[in-house]
Structure formats: structure tokens, C-alpha cells
């Protein structure tokens, strides 16, 4: 179970380590008698292709979601449902944009990341949902999830998990250092960071070079909206704005003192750490507990969770790392049979219930973040500790408001030519967030955008 629980929260942050591709030829052709309609889909056509013989395809890296897949056969017996795994991150991204570009192979549905999104929608390669009915269902997700597939009036997926971010903590090294709470701010927790490291040695936690999706999330939390898209041809860029310097000169200066280590994260080195006390903390998501609970298994009973520390004493406000949907893509021939299959996985309540308790995708539904068989379970690893109770109370506190642009394979390429070889060296994070917004700013217009 715990190799299956490394397995999914790796895949959960597979995008942060995707290498630039660009954007171009990848329109869909055509195909298909289903296709875009803006015209309501009527319960007697659900109906009937809901019990006409149907054949679909559906690509995702999710471990055995082939038994949520069985559930949907169950209820529908007249479809038929293949399940591919073409390989996760940038491998699954480049099939199926080749598939989309060729005209031939895409599947009907295909799981795709939050950030994601924005870039098959310039190349119109998903189908919007609305007519199908999906706006119905958007009461039953966290507000900020829906708005992730949903940021203007169309629908492009359903959510299927998420990463609201929290504190992981060794409870027994920072009472060793004098520290019995988590610390609750940001000024607490540097000053913990010093207090741990001389009188345990240990780092407090680790900042990863390489993981772009972390340092977004903490820009996230602090309020920063980095990225904007219209959803055809302006962006918003703006990653090297005043809120978002004092987030890097605030890692800079914990990493320059050596209170916060910057290894190599998901290596060998960095599972070893988390093993053997060199951190004292994780600053992760919502799907990190179980992760970590399969990586340090040694360490039980000493972690303890809480959420992130905040900017200002009293707030209760964090940033996510991570979550994907499912998308029916345009060129699908059984849309309605399509769009129903990506429903019922995320949203059927058994269905949800699997994913959050056997595959360990953390849960965007509210009928999963209110059932007390998910949020009342009490984890030994960590004490005792409620902790899907507590990222599902962190997970209402994440911004609505944020976005992505349609390039994000660039953008997380060079964060890391950028930002994480200075995070690496040691180097001051603010600086390189102007040389970022440059390579940003000058790729989108190379591509034809309009930059705010």
C-alpha cells in the first residue's frame, strides 16, 4: 500500500519537472459526430447514448483506476471503457498533443493538471462540458478546485484531487529545540528554523531547487497572482511583483544562513532525510502525509500536520501544490458517454471514496471532505492526528482567484534554469524572479501573445 502511495503523490508532482514544449500545431482535426455544441444536451440523449454499445478511451497515470472504471461499467453496461496508462508528465502530455496534431489516437478523456488546461484550450482540443451539464455539479467541489477547470463561463473538466498546502513537522526535533506548537507565522518559523538547527542540527525543512509548484504554492498563499489568462490570446505575467520578492528574499535569507537545506527533492538523498531526521519538516500538500508515511515509515508517531504559517498572525490562508482533472477532448466521437465517464469517477460518492482512500488522491468533492469515514480517520503515523480533517479545513481556505497560462511547460523549464539554479548556489531568489519575468514576458510575445 505505501509503494502505491509513493507512486501516486509522485505523480501528483510530475508537472513541476517538465521541460519546455512549445505550442504550436497542435489544433485538433476535426473527427467525430459528436463535437462542440452549445445546445443543452436532453436527458432522453444521455439516455440513449448511455445505453447505446460505446466504446471509449481514457489516458491517465492514476494506479488502478481501472476499479473506479469497473463501477462506471457497472451502472453502464452498454460502455465499454479502455484504460491507458501512455506514461505521466511530460511523456503523457506529448502523446497526446501528437495525437490531437495527427487527427488519429487521442482518447475520448484524458486526466490533465490543473495548469495545463489553459494550453489545450488555445489549441481548442477540449470540449466544453457546459452543455453536458456540468455547471450542475459545481456546488460539490471547494470553490477554488471548480474554478481551476472553470475560470470563465466555460467548463473543461471535472477536478479529481488537489494539494492545499500544510506543515508536516518532526514534533520530537522541535521539542528538542524548546518548540512545543508549530509555529504560526512566518517570522515563528524562521525563528524556529534557528532554534532547531542549533540545538538539533537538523534543517527545519527543505526548499527544492527544482519544484516550481512548491514556490508557486507559497506565492499563492501570500497572495500573489503571478499568471492571468483570458483564455484566447492576453496573458498576465507578473512573478517578480513586491509581494512576490518578499517571498524569495524571505527564502533567501533562511537559505544564506543555512537554516533551510536545498537538496534535491523526490532523490534518494532527500528520502533519506526525511528518514533520518536531517529535516525536521515537510512544507507540502494534501498528498504528502501519505507519501511521506510510506517514505519514513521508521518515524511513526513522531509527525504531527498543520497548516502553513501564515504572513500576518491570525489569517488562515494557503496555496496548492498539485491536483488534476479529467477532460473529454474535442475530437471524442461519444462525447456524452465521455463526459458522463469523467463525471462518474469524480463524482459518483463510491467512486470519489476510492480515489481518496485507495489511490490517496487528496479529495476536491465536499461529499468526500464532509464524510466522516474520510475526515474522522485518525493516522498513528501522526499521533493520532485527524489529517484529512485538517487539510480539508485548509483546503476552504486556498484563493479562488488563481490562474495559469497557456505555457506552462515553459514556464516550469525555466524556473529551473532560473530560479532553481540560484536556489541551488544559494543565491538571491528575488533577482532571479526579474530575470524569469524577462524570459517570461519575451517568450510569450515570440509566441503572439499580448502581455499585460
Not at 443543452?40 to 481501472?66: G, H, M, S, Y
Request: aromatic share 12%.
Amino acid at each position: 500500500m505505501m509503494k502505491k502511495a509513493r507512486k501516486t503523490a509522485l505523480a501528483l508532482v510530475t508537472g513541476a519537472a517538465t521541460v519546455g514544449l512549445v505550442l504550436t500545431g497542435c489544433a485538433p482535426s476535426g473527427g467525430g459526430d459528436g463535437g462542440t455544441t452549445s445546445d443543452a444536451i436532453t436527458d432522453e440523449q444521455r439516455e440513449e447514448a448511455l445505453n447505446t454499445p460505446t466504446d471509449l478511451t481514457f489516458w491517465t497515470w492514476v494506479p488502478d483506476i481501472e476499479n473506479e472504471v469497473a463501477l462506471f461499467e457497472e451502472k453502464y453496461p452498454a460502455i465499454n471503457v479502455t484504460v491507458e496508462n501512455v506514461g505521466q508528465g511530460l511523456e503523457h502530455y506529448q502523446k497526446l498533443r501528437s495525437a490531437l496534431e495527427a487527427g488519429e489516437g487521442a482518447p475520448d478523456v484524458a486526466q490533465v493538471e490543473y495548469q495545463y488546461i489553459p494550453s489545450f484550450v488555445l489549441t481548442e482540443s477540449l470540449l466544453d462540458l457546459t452543455p453536458y451539464g456540468a455547471d450542475d455539479i459545481a456546488d460539490d467541489y471547494v470553490g477554488w478546485a471548480w474554478n481551476q477547470v472553470s475560470p470563465n463561463e466555460e467548463v473543461w473538466a471535472v477536478p479529481q484531487d488537489v494539494g492545499p498546502m500544510g506543515n508536516l513537522y518532526r514534533e520530537d526535533i522541535l521539542s528538542e529545540a524548546g518548540i512545543t506548537e508549530a509555529p504560526e507565522t512566518w517570522d515563528d518559523y524562521a525563528a524556529a528554523a534557528k532554534a532547531v538547527k542549533d540545538e538539533t542540527g537538523s534543517y527545519i525543512s527543505n526548499l527544492g531547487a527544482t519544484q516550481a509548484g512548491q514556490m508557486i504554492g507559497f506565492m499563492w498563499q501570500a497572495g500573489v497572482q503571478p499568471f492571468t489568462y483570458d483564455g484566447a490570446e492576453t496573458v498576465g505575467i507578473d512573478v517578480n511583483n513586491d509581494t512576490a520578492k518578499e517571498v524569495a528574499n524571505y527564502w533567501t535569507e533562511l537559505i544564506q544562513q543555512d537554516l533551510i537545506s536545498v537538496d534535491t527533492d523526490f532523490s534518494d538523498q532527500w528520502y533519506q532525510g526525511l528518514a533520518n531526521g536531517k529535516y525536521a519538516g515537510w512544507l507540502t500538500a494534501a498528498w504528502g502525509p501519505i507519501f511521506l508515511q510510506g517514505t519514513a515509515e521508521s518515524t511513526s508517531g513522531l509527525w504531527r500536520a498543520a497548516p502553513l504559517p501564515q504572513w500576518s498572525a491570525g489569517e488562515q490562508v494557503s496555496g496548492n501544490w498539485g491536483g488534476s482533472s479529467d477532460a473529454v477532448l474535442a475530437t471524442s466521437e461519444n462525447p456524452i458517454a465521455a463526459y458522463e465517464l469523467a463525471k462518474f469517477i469524480n463524482h459518483d460518492e463510491e467512486s470519489a471514496m476510492k480515489l481518496a482512500t485507495e489511490q490517496f488522491l487528496y479529495p476536491p468533492q465536499l461529499s468526500v471532505l464532509e464524510n466522516p469515514e474520510f475526515i474522522d480517520q485518525e493516522s498513528e503515523f501522526y499521533g493520532g492526528q485527524q489529517v484529512n480533517k485538517l487539510f480539508a479545513d485548509i483546503s476552504e481556505t486556498v484563493d479562488t482567484d488563481f490562474q495559469w497560462v497557456p505555457f506552462m511547460e515553459y514556464v516550469y523549464s525555466t524556473y529551473e534554469e532560473t530560479i532553481g539554479s540560484v536556489v541551488a548556489e544559494k543565491g538571491d531568489i528575488a533577482a532571479a524572479l526579474d530575470e524569469w519575468q524577462d524570459q517570461l514576458v519575451s517568450y510569450a510575445e515570440d509566441q503572439g501573445f499580448t502581455v499585460e
